[in-house]
């Protein structure tokens, strides 16, 4: 099979494994989702979420996270991880979303990563999960099992995402990136994947070298 075959053969699998493709971090709008990416950034889902709770119900506007003091923010987000960027990064997002976009969270790749602390891998995000715009965001689950799948042959994040979007169907590249996370959880785990229960083995270079 060709890379772009077994491309679609993922596809096709992971949406029976996983039917539901939905982001694992808990956000009611576009602001509180491009806040919380910001937050996961070498931190995990599941911790962001418990901290976002407090955040959203201190600042629940976009204006409230533009007005507020960085101190007290960090103050929130500290369990998150490298809380003085993040929260210096948060705040200064929401004033320029407020003060350069009319207070609405940009729908063009460009203009979000011009946000302080957006890179690409959130601004994909926001693009597929947002504006449902063909997206592919290059997370650690998507480019572990990319590389082991055998459809890139690198782990820079930038090259995995133009890769894929030459080898996913454009329609199926934002929920493809959401299934790859949670089939990176419970199956294709980084340290021990569960290669005997795992429904693209019969694609997989990997679990084919290993099984010759």
């Known amino acids: ?21 939905i982001c694992s971090l808990v956000a009611d709008d ?9 937050l996961s950034a070498q931190c995990t889902d599941a911790r962001v979420n418990l901290v976002t709770p407090k955040l959203f119900s201190k600042y629940p506007t976009l204006e409230a996270f533009a007005d507020a003091k960085i101190e007290e923010v960090e103050d ?7 809380y003085h960027m ?4 948060i705040v200064e997002m929401a004033k320029m979303i407020r003060d350069k976009f009319a207070g609405k969270v940009p729908d063009t ?22 504006y449902k715009q063909p997206a592919v965001v290059a997370d650690t689950h998507l480019i572990r099992i990319s590389n082991r ?21 454009p329609e199926e590249s934002n929920d493809f990136c959401h299934r790859c996370v949670i089939h990176g959880r419970a199956v294709c785990d980084a340290r021990k994947p569960k290669c005997e229960i795992c429904n693209l083995k019969r694609v997989c270079k990997t679990y084919q070298a290993q099984n010759k």
């Open 1 to 21: 099979m060709q890379r772009k075959e077994i491309a679609e053969f993922c596809v096709e699998k992971l949406k029976e494994d996983y039917p539901e493709a």
């Open 30 to 38: 576009p602001v509180q989702l491009i806040i919380a990416t910001r």
């Open 76 to 82: 929130i987000v500290r369990p998150c991880g490298f």
């Open 86 to 89: 993040k929260a210096k990064d």
């Open 109 to 130: 790749l460009d203009d979000l990563i011009s946000l302080p602390g957006v890179g690409r891998k959130t601004a994909n995000l926001i693009m597929g999960d947002v």
């Open 149 to 169: 799948l055998g459809l890139v042959k690198t782990k820079d994040p930038y090259k995995v995402e133009i890769e894929l979007k030459k080898l996913l169907p």
